[in-house]
Structure formats: structure tokens, C-alpha cells
């Protein structure tokens, strides 16, 4: 009785089933057909067809190609649909019209031919893709999508066409600086003015204080924590949020929170997701060096500096991150308070004695001395006799210049 039921509830069950892959198998071949009879890109050529036989006359529409179009680059594996619509692209006279019809700005594609750097080298998307939604890459993901107008515009730039420059820099992340970058030429400044390779490497550079940054943009969106942000989850919204402030985002962290403007901290953002490990060829990549090297202006003022009454500070690289204005030590950085006051500083600060403070150091200098800068009780000891001397002569040159007021 009981098995007979079941069966004819299986039977039941099957025949729904079939009349459903039925229904299914239809719909998804019409949809298949229906798609390849007439793909979106056939409206964007016919147009475009009708551009060109209007600007210039029937005989030149009659050379325009016809189907998918593609750009292979074997060198760096790209294959590259998008000049399928954007068939204006090395056209010289198509400027007055819209996308994708246009002609591309000429400037950057002289140095960067699309025969050996295609489209999403530069602009990101799915280059394989032959609809529009699809090839602008539009999925819950930082690296697929155009880096174009709808993105710039999700994150609140005020400026267009800058956020593929995410994409120059994996070639000319060793470049110092590089025309049509203004965001990043900007950010790799601020790297340098405020010092973060104090506490992290990047590309071989630094300390480790801190997470080595030289391929921090291989780092996956979902490796991020975004329990304390809201909207929308990306690497990108992590890093504006945790340059804005460090702690915010992760309790116990060290890093300081740098006044910057928004613009600033788009541009640091889009520098460190564009520290990636890449597989594109030498060839591909200009000015293959370090980079950040010290300029020979501040060599001599570190030599100049050794010389000094601050040696030491410069020696046990203190100098790093504070200035000892009263010994002419001068950060490059300034990540941490001028310690020609911190004999009295410290006091008022923490309540603790300077030496105290030195021999069991609290918040960042409990790291500095634990990872970065190891010293014995004795060159603590030192340091402490030079700070008090840095006191004195600060002292003095206080009460000279309160004199001359
Ligand atoms: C099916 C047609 C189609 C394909 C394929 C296509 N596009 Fe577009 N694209 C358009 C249209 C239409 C526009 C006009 C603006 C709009 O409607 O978004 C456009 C606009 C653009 C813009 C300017 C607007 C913006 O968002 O910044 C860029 C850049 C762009 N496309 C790049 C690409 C790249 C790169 C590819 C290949 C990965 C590609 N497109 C593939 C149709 C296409
Ligand atoms: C070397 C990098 C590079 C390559 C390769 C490249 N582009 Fe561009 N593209 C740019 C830059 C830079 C701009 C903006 C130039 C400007 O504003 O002066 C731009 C602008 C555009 C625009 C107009 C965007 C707008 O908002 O008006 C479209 C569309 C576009 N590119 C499509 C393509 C397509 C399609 C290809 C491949 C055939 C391609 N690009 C290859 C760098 C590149
Ligand atoms: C796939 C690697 C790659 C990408 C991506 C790339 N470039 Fe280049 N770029 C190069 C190479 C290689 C050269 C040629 C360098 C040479 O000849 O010394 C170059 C040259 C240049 C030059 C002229 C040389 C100079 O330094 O004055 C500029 C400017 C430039 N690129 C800007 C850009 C901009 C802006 C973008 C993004 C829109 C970009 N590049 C994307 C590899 C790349
Ligand atoms: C005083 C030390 C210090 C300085 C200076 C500093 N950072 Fe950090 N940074 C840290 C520490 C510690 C962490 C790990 C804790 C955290 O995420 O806040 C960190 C984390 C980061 C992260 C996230 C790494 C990850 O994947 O979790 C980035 C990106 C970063 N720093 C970039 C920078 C940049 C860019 C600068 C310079 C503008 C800078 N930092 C200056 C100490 C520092
Ligand atoms: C990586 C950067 C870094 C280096 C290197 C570093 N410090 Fe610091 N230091 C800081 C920061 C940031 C503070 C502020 C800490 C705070 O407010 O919690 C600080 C605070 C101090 C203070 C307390 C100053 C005050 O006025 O409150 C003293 C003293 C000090 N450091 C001494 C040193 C000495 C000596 C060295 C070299 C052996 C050194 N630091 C190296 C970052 C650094």
C-alpha cells in the first residue's frame, strides 16, 4: 500500500519533472538562438555602419568589418572583444560621436599600440565577453569591472578616466612618477612624506613592523574584515576606511591615523591594490628598478647628521620616524613626536619616568623595540643620558628665543 503510493508519487513527481526540463530545454534554446541570431553588438555595428556611411560615404562603410572582433595578445594572454562595439577605437575622425563609436584618445595609444596591449590591460573588464553588462564586468568584485565611470562614480571621485590608473601601475609601479597618473604619482609622494616604510616593506624597502605591503593588492576582498564597515564590501571601501583611521577598523593597530584628504586616501588606496605580483613580461615594464631609493640630498643629511651631537639617534635609526630638533636630527618622516622634549613629555604623558618608559615601553614603541630596533639595557640606558642632554640644549635654545621675542 505504502510503496504503491510512493511510487505514484515518484511518477507523478517524474512526469513534472520532465514537463519542466521540457519547458526549460525550450526556453534556454530559444534563448541561445534568439541570442545568436541577434547578439546586442549587431545593433552597435549596424550603427556604427551608419556613422561612417554619413561622415565619410557608403564605399568607406563598405570596409567596415563585420562580427565578433578580437585583439589576442599571446604575451600577456589577453583576448580582447571589446573593439566588437568600440569599433571607433583607432579611427582618426570619430570624435564628435558617442561610445562606444568614438575614436580612443591617441595620445597613450601610441606608446601602448591595443595590437600588444589590448583593452583590458589598461581598462579592466571581461575582454572575452560580447555583451555589454558582461565585458564592463559588472559582478560583486573589485578587479573584474571597467574601472570607468560607474565605479568612479560609486566611490565619489570628483575626477574621471583616473581609477584605471590602478591598472597603469602593476607596469610602472617602479616608476617614480608617470605622465597621465595623477593619482598615483600623488600617492607614491604621500608614501614617502609619511613614511610608511617606517614599519612596512615594500618592495624590498622598510621595516617589519608592520604587514610587508610589496603585493598587498593580491589580497582577495574577502580577506578583509567588514564587521565594522557598512555598505558595500570591497577591498577598496576596507582601505578608505582604514586609512581614515587605522584603529577603527582594527583595534590594537599601531599605524597612525594621517590627516588626508579624500582625495589622498583614494589615491594610497589605488596604490596599494595595485601592488600585485604579476606574470607580465619584462619587456612590458619600464624602469624595472626599486624605486624610493634616499635622494643624494638626503644621504649627505644623514651624513651630515652622523657628524653631529644626535649621532646616535641616527645610528639606532630612531631618526626613522622622530626628529631631535635640539640636536639638528631631522625625520624624513615624523611619525613620532620630536623627542627633544620627551624627558618632560613623558612625564606628563604617560606619568612615568623617561627611563622607565624606555626600559618598559607601551603602545608603539613596545613594537619599535620589540621587532624593529633591539637594544640592551646599557644602549637604553644611553639613550635615555642623550635624551636628557637633548632636554638641556632644547631648554636653552627655548630661552634664547623667548629673549629675542
Ligand atoms: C556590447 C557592446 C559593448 C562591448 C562588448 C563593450 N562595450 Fe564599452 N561601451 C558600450 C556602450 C554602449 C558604451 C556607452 C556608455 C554606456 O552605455 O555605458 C560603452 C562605454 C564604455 C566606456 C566609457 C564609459 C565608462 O563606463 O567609463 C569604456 C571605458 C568602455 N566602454 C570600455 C570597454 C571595454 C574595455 C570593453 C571590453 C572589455 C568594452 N567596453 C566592451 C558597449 C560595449
Ligand atoms: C595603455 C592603456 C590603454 C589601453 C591599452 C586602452 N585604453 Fe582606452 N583609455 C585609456 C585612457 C588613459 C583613457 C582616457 C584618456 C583621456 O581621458 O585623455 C581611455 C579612454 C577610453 C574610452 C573613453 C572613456 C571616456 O570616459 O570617455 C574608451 C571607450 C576606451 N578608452 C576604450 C578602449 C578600448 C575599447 C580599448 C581597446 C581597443 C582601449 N580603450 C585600450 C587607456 C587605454
Ligand atoms: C602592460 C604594461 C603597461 C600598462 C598596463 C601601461 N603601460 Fe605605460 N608603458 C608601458 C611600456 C612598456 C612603456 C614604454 C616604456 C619605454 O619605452 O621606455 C610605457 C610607456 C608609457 C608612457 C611614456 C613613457 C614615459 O614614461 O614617459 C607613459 C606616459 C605611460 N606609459 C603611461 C601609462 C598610463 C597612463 C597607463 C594606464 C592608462 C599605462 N601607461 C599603462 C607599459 C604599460
Ligand atoms: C607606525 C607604524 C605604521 C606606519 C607609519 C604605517 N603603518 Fe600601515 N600598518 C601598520 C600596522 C601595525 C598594520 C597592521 C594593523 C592594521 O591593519 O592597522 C598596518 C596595516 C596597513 C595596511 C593593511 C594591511 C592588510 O592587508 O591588512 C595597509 C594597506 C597599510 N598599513 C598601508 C600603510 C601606508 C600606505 C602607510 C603610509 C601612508 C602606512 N601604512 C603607515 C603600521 C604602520
Ligand atoms: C617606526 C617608528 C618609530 C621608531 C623607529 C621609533 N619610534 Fe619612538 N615613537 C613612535 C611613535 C609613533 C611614538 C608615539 C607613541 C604614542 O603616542 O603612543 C613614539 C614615542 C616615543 C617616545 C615618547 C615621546 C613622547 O614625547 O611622548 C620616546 C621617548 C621614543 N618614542 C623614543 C624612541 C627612541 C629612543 C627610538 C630609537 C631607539 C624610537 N623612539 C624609535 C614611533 C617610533
Known sequence: MFDKLNKKRMLTLDRILVAVAGVLFFGTTAAIYFNEASPEWIFYQEKFKEIVAEKFGEDVAATVPEGVQQIWVKEIDVTDRCVTCHQGVSWKNMHNVEHPYKSHPQEILKTHPVSEFGCTTCHGGQGYATSKLAAHGFVQHWEEPLLGRALEEQYLFSDRNVLMELNCNECHRYERETKGMSYINRAKKLVKEKGCRACHKVNGRGNNIAPDLTYEGDKSAESFDYSRIGGFPSAFAWHQRHFKNPKELVEDSIMPAFPMNSKDIQAL????????????????LPGVETGDKPTPEELEQERKMLEGPGAIFVEKQCFVCHSISSMDVISPAN???????????VRSRFGRELEEFLLNPTGTMSVVLEKQIILTREEKLQLVEKLKEAYQKYLEQKEKEDKMD
Open 335 to 345: 611619525i613620532g613626536p620630536d623627542l627633544s622634549n620627551a624627558v618632560a613629555d
Open 269 to 284: 588606496s589605488m596604490l596599494v591594490m595595485s601592488w600585485k605580483k604579476t606574470d607580465i613580461p619584462v619587456a612590458y
